[in-house]
T-cell receptor, first 115, second 109 residues
Framework: DTAVSQTPKYLVTQMGNDKSIKCEQNLGHDTMYWYKQDSKKFLKIMFSYNNKELIINETVPNRFSPKSPDKAHLNLHINSLELGDSAVYFC??????????????FGEGSRLTVL | GQNIDQPTEMTATEGAIVQINCTYQTSGFNGLFWYQQHAGEAPTFLSYNVLDGLEEKGRFSSFLSRSKGYSYLLLKELQMKDSASYLCAVVDSNYQLIWGAGTKLIIKP
């Protein structure tokens, strides 16, 4: 069983389209994340969410929105796609404690290409 | 601002030892992680340090000095499969993870 799974793995689409990436974790963790990794390989946090709080990186355009139907799922919706959105998007989960976020478990990544 | 510095790239020889350094300037400190990321794959957890000193785990060890804002990852008996990027990440006072840009390690035969 895959601990953190995200779909699709590859996504090629045109500028201006709207797309979604789904993420599910079966680890029972209380916190999920979306990261963007660009061509320079820098991991940039976009959102972190647990059943109490959504934390949004203020630099993320509001075209990006997380949707969490339950604590095991955190989907990423992107409206009006732009060329600069091309990147690999990683979903991750962890169990938050009084020591902080704990070890992150990552999904395999979703490579988005905007043409 | 918050900052994590790592060398961009390092090269080492199979069987040798390599040390990857990470220096940080963050608003508070609540622990430091090292992750390994092979090309085209997801990052995977290697180590966690919250107290000063050395944590050893097989061929990999991680060291932390909180007073110096410094950590290193030590890889011994290098194997070709150790070719990967190594990411340093610090937990700040708000319990947010601050990531370095990663160090690409190239292993040569």
């Amino acid at each position: 069983d895959t601990a953190v799974s995200q779909t699709p793995k590859y996504l090629v689409t045109q500028m201006g389209n709207d797309k979604s990436i789904k993420c599910e974790q079966n680890l029972g963790h209380d916190t999920m994340y979306w990261y963007k990794q660009d061509s320079k390989k820098f991991l940039k946090i976009m959102f972190s969410y647990n059943n109490k709080e959504l934390i949004i990186n203020e630099t993320v355009p509001n075209r990006f929105s997380p949707k969490s139907p339950d604590k095991a799922h955190l989907n990423l919706h992107i409206n009006s796609l732009e060329l600069g959105d091309s990147a690999v998007y990683f979903c991750a989960s962890s169990q938050f404690s009084d020591r902080g976020p704990g070890e992150l478990f990552f999904g395999e990544g979703s490579r988005l290409t905007v043409l | 601002g918050q900052n994590i510095d790592q060398p961009t790239e390092m090269t080492a020889t199979e069987g040798a030892i390599v040390q990857i350094n990470c220096t940080y300037q963050t608003s508070g400190f609540n622990g430091l992680f090292w992750y390994q990321q092979h090309a085209g794959e997801a990052p995977t957890f290697l180590s966690y340090n919250v107290l000063d000193g050395l944590e050893e785990k097989g061929r990999f060890s991680s060291f932390l000095s909180r007073s110096k804002g410094y950590s290193y990852l030590l890889l011994k008996e290098l194997q070709m499969k150790d070719s990967a990027s190594y990411l340093c990440a610090v937990v700040d006072s708000n319990y947010q993870l601050i990531w370095g840009a990663g160090t690409k390690l190239i292993i040569k035969p």
